[in-house]
C-alpha cells in the first residue's frame, strides 16, 4: 500500500485578508498574503482611503469674525 505524499515543500495557505479565500503564502505569490493582485489593490486603496481620512472641523480662531454683529456695548456714556 503507497502513500500518496503530495510533495515535501508544504504550501503555506492564508486567508486573503479581502476576500477571505485560500491565498498561498509563498514565492510563487507575488500577491501575498493577498489571493491576487485586484485583492491587493483593494486592500491597498481602502487603506490609503483609511489613512486620508482627516476630520476637517472650522477652527474658531481662523474664522474672519466679520460676518459676526458688533458687540453691544451699555450706553453709559454721559
Ligand atoms: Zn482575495
Known amino acids: 500500500m503507497a502513500t500518496n505524499r503530495p510533495s ?4 503555506l495557505i ?3 485578508p479581502t476576500c477571505g479565500g485560500d491565498s498561498v503564502y509563498g514565492p510563487e505569490n507575488p500577491f501575498r498574503p493577498f489571493c491576487s493582485e ?4 483593494i486592500d491597498l486603496g481602502a487603506w ?5 481620512r ?3 472641523k472650522p477652527d474658531p480662531d481662523q474664522l474672519p469674525d466679520e460676518d459676526l ?4 456695548r451699555p450706553e453709559g456714556k454721559g
Open 38 to 41: 485586484r485583492c491587493k489593490n
Open 14 to 16: 492564508v486567508l486573503c
Open 54 to 56: 482627516v476630520e476637517v
Open 48 to 52: 490609503a482611503s483609511e489613512s486620508y
Open 69 to 72: 454683529p458688533p458687540p453691544v
Open 8 to 11: 515535501p515543500a508544504r504550501k
